[in-house]
């Protein structure tokens, strides 16, 4: 589902001095980054979290679902300080999380269709949504599949197109990169890099080597303090196909 935000140009995600708390934890503190475009080379950013609970907590801000604790942050053009700035870029963003589980019986071509019609789209098809997404990341074979048969990865993968069905501006992956064989790993961080082709991605998870195949910057963080930026450049960009 795509807006109007798309063509102003600016940074999908801007922070500026932000703060996130979880409980009694600060998550970030006093952080500043930003998300290009998918035009501008860097497909993704990748932040390296090691507790559960304090990724969810990044996610749920990033997508509207909460407010930072202090700071400015922009996602999408929307001021996420404000109550209407979060319920606008709510619609736009899709979250794909680890810790989602389907509903017992639901097969991989329901779980998607599911989410098309959850999106609310009424003048899209949402079967015909699902087809294509599922088609884009190599899953049709799998799509009548039940989800808790299906192999970790193709689940990880099916998360993944239910939170892209929609077409959103801003995708939020949470941990599905996260304890796969290193086979899955990049298998996942695959269909994550032809996502990033067109939308804009930030993903979290544990392991920063594992972010840093399917993200063109990876941000890890000591006491909720951004301590390292590491930027994947040169011959290892042009090894996963993106941009010097």
Aim: glycine share 10%; proline share 6%; aromatic share 4%.
């Amino acid at each position: 589902m795509r807006s109007s935000y798309g063509t102003t140009g600016m940074a999908p995600v801007l922070a500026a001095g932000v703060g996130i708390r979880h409980g009694w934890t600060w998550v970030l503190r006093a952080a500043s980054f930003r998300l290009e475009v998918p035009e501008a080379g860097r497909p993704a950013i990748g932040i390296a979290i090691t507790r559960e609970a304090a990724r969810a907590a990044v996610v749920d801000v990033l997508g509207g679902l909460a407010r930072p604790a202090y700071g400015e942050l922009r996602v999408l053009g929307q001021d996420l300080t404000t109550a209407q700035g979060r319920a606008a870029v709510r619609r736009y963003v899709g979250i794909a999380r680890l810790s989602a589980r389907p509903q017992p019986g639901r097969r991989v071509r329901g779980l998607v269709s599911h989410a098309a019609r959850v999106a609310n789209l009424p003048d899209r098809d949402c079967e015909v949504l699902a087809a294509a997404i599922l088609d884009r990341l190599a899953l049709t074979p799998w799509a009548d599949v039940p989800v808790r048969a299906a192999p970790t990865v193709i689940v990880r993968r099916a998360k993944l197109a239910a939170a892209a069905v929609h077409e959103p501006e801003l995708l939020l992956i949470d941990g599905l990169l996260d304890g796969l064989c290193p086979r899955d790993t990049e298998n996942v961080a695959a269909s994550v890099r032809d996502l990033g082709r067109d939308t804009a991605i930030v993903a979290t998870g544990r392991d920063s080597a594992a972010l840093a195949l399917a993200c063109g910057e990876v941000l890890t963080l000591a006491d909720g303090i951004i301590v390292r930026n590491l930027a994947i450049r040169g011959p290892a960009r042009a090894a996963l196909g993106w941009p010097r």
